[in-house]
């Protein structure tokens, strides 16, 4: 007889049709695949009944086992057959609950996307490259990591010189030669350097800088600059100042007032600073402006002969102009903002004070 304990006789046919009309009952029936391999295991796993009626074809006499032998691969082909289609019906069922459950409706309003918005700085930044791009100036970039010989030397800031006490400065441990740059001025000379005597020369370089400074309401010791070039042949201060008025009026608008005041820079002679219209009292006066009715926003002046000259250019024969202006300040000044260490703390409520921008980075609103 057959068995599902393995025993099995191979004659016992009605047997056997009964024992595969069971198996297939349960495979039709099964709810998961766990119950498709339970009945697998009892059919043809190492127990299974329909494993050991093929074990013992071995005992039949030689004249028998060819017809027992068809009949059983017959059955097992059938119970295998039945096996593999439920197990397909199954997955194709699963896999669309699955996609019942985790459907989408496309007729349903999307979620909202938050749009971008420019930081103040890259604004302010982008605002003061757009106005000395459409007076001819290019942008020019240098490393932050910088020479000492291109940080002060050659700009006329020898290692002894106290103007260096006015840029207290990093220097990394393992490189003695070289410093955090604490202005972007070197770029200038760099600039000269690639444009070996090409006139004229006019750039800018943008970028971070880094002093020892306490941070508070108007310091940080990590900031931003823009230094600008311009070396030609004539250059005189009225250029500088006409060049820095159409600056400041692009910026803080044409009814913007400008002036110089004589000041003192080692890479610049003569030196001055350059003030405008107080842009909290409009010139009448106020604690902002301390009743003088103008504020300060830049340093400036004649490029000092020395720097012209490390540059490769010949003092005798042209001139230049040079500016520098802390980004942070000018955005405090352009956005009415009180600390500048609101620009560092990356506070969303506070950029979303300001415009937001398209994919092309464009402000909408």
């Known amino acids: ?102 459907r989408i409706d496309v007729t349903l309003p999307a979620e909202p996307v938050s749009a971008g918005r420019l930081h103040p700085l890259t604004r302010v930044r982008r605002e003061i490259e757009d106005l000395f791009g459409r007076m001819g100036y290019s942008v020019a970039s240098g490393p932050e990591i910088e020479t000492q010989s291109l940080n002060f030397e050659r700009l006329n800031i020898p290692a002894d010189h106290p103007a260096r006490d006015m840029q207290d400065s990093f220097f990394p441990a393992l490189a003695p030669a070289y410093v955090l740059r604490t202005h972007t001025s070197p770029v200038q000379v760099r600039a000269m350097e690639t444009a070996a005597g090409r006139l004229p020369l006019r750039v800018i370089a943008p970028g971070r800088t880094f002093r020892r400074e306490t941070d508070d309401a108007t310091h940080a010791s990590v900031f931003h600059q823009v230094e600008g070039l311009c070396v030609d042949e004539g250059l005189s201060m009225a250029d500088l100042k006409g060049t820095l008025a159409l600056f400041a009026r692009g910026l803080f608008g044409p009814d913007t007032e400008v002036r110089l005041r004589p000041s003192y820079f080692p890479f610049t002679e003569p030196s001055a600073e350059l003030d405008i219209t107080c842009v909290a009292c409009g010139g009448d006066g106020c604690r902002l402006c301390k009743e003088t009715g103008f504020i300060e926003i830049l340093g400036a002046g004649m490029v000092h002969p020395r720097v012209l000259a490390t540059g490769g250019y ?10 520098g202006m802390g980004i942070e300040r000018v955005a405090l000044l352009r956005y009415g903002i009180a600390d500048v260490r609101l620009l560092q703390a990356g506070d969303l409520s506070f950029l979303e004070a300001f415009p937001t921008v398209d994919r092309e980075g464009v402000e909408t609103a």
Do not use: I
């Not at 329909?50 to 691969?73: E, K, N, S, W, Y």
């Not at 010949?314 to 500016?323: C, K, L, M, N, Q």
């Open 1 to 102: 007889m057959v068995g599902r304990d393995g025993g099995a006789d191979v004659d016992d046919v009605n047997r056997l049709d009964s024992l595969l009309d069971d198996a297939l009952r349960e495979t039709a029936a099964a709810g998961d695949t766990g119950a498709v391999e339970a009945v697998r295991l009892a059919a043809l796993g190492r127990k299974g009944w329909l494993t050991g009626a093929l074990r013992d074809l071995a005992g039949l006499p030689a004249t028998q086992r060819p017809v027992a032998g068809r009949r059983l691969h017959a059955v097992r082909e059938r119970l295998e057959a039945a096996l593999t289609e439920r197990e397909a019906q199954l997955s194709a069922l699963a896999m669309a609950a699955r996609l019942l459950a985790e």
């Open 314 to 323: 010949d003092p005798e024969r042209v001139s230049g102009f040079a500016f």
